[in-house]
C-alpha cells in the first residue's frame, strides 16, 4: 500500500533563513509526489509535482522540493523563507497501481518567525 | 476560473440525522474527489467520479456515505445516520485529467461538520 510521512508536526524557522519541511513515502511502483499549502480558512492549494525526471522540481512561491529515490524523499525546501509562507504543509503521493486517489501525510506546520 | 465552491461552510446536526453536502467543481474538470480531514489529520480519501461516474471508493465510506455526481456537473455527499465520528472537514476536489496520473486538485475551502 502507498503511505507518506512527514515526521515533524512543527517546524519553526527565522524569517531570511532557509527552510526544509521533510517527507518520505512509501509505494509500490513509480511514485507521483506532490505538496500542497493550507492557509488558514483556506483549501488546500498545490506547490508542485514530481512526476519524473530532475530530481529538483521548482514551484511556486520560492518553493522547490528534491526527489531522492534511494531515500524514499520528497523534501520541500526554500532558500529564504518569508513570514507569509507560514502554514500548513501537506505531502501527497499517487501510485497508480492502487488506484487513482491520492494519499496525503499529515501535515507539517510551518512557523516563520520575524 | 471561480474556483471550487462547497456549501454550507458548515454544519450543526444531532446524531442520528441525515445531512447532504454540494460541491461545484471548476466547470471544465472531469474529476471530482470528496475526502476527509480532522484535525491534526491530512486528507483521507472517500471517493471520486470521472464525470458522472464514481469509480473508487475508501473502504472507509460505509453504507451510510453516498456520493453522486449527476451529468458530470456539481457532486453530493450524504451521510444518514450520523454518529459523532463523523465529525470531521469534509473536502471537495476536482481535476482535469487528461492521463498520465499527474494532474493537480484544486480544492474546495470544505464544509465543516459537527455531529452532537
Known amino acids: 500500500a502507498q503511505s507518506v510521512a512527514q515526521p515533524e508536526d512543527q517546524v519553526n524557522v527565522a524569517e531570511g533563513n532557509p527552510l526544509t519541511v521533510k517527507c518520505t513515502y512509501s509505494?509500490?511502483?513509480?511514485?507521483?509526489l506532490f505538496w500542497y499549502v493550507q492557509y488558514p480558512n483556506r483549501g488546500l492549494q498545490f506547490l508542485l509535482k514530481y512526476i519524473t525526471g530532475d530530481n529538483l522540481v521548482k514551484g511556486s512561491y520560492g518553493f522547490e522540493a528534491e526527489f531522492n529515490k534511494s531515500q524514499t524523499s520528497f523534501h520541500l525546501k526554500k532558500p529564504s523563507a518569508l513570514v507569509s509562507d507560514s502554514a500548513l504543509y501537506f505531502c501527497?503521493?499517487?501510485?497508480?497501481?492502487?488506484?487513482?486517489?491520492?494519499?496525503f501525510g499529515p501535515g507539517t506546520r510551518l512557523s516563520v518567525l520575524p | 476560473d471561480t474556483g471550487v465552491s462547497q456549501n454550507p461552510r458548515h454544519k450543526i446536526t444531532k446524531r442520528g440525522q441525515n445531512v447532504t453536502f454540494r460541491c461545484d467543481p471548476i466547470s471544465e474538470h472531469n474529476r471530482l474527489y470528496w475526502y476527509r480531514q480532522t484535525l491534526g489529520q491530512g486528507p483521507e480519501f472517500l471517493t471520486y467520479f470521472q464525470n458522472e461516474a464514481q469509480l473508487e471508493k475508501s473502504r472507509l465510506l460505509s453504507d451510510r456515505f453516498s456520493a453522486e455526481r449527476p451529468k458530470g456537473s456539481f457532486s453530493t455527499l450524504e451521510i444518514q445516520r450520523t454518529e459523532q465520528g463523523d465529525s470531521a472537514m469534509y473536502l471537495c476536489?476536482?481535476?482535469?485529467?487528461?492521463?498520465?496520473?499527474?494532474?493537480?486538485?484544486?480544492f474546495g475551502s470544505g464544509t465543516q461538520l459537527s455531529v452532537l
Open positions: 501527497a503521493v499517487r501510485d497508480l497501481n492502487y488506484g487513482q486517489n491520492f494519499v
Open positions: 476536489a476536482s481535476s482535469l485529467a487528461q492521463g498520465g496520473g499527474y494532474e493537480k486538485l484544486f
Open positions: 509505494v509500490s511502483g513509480n511514485p507521483y
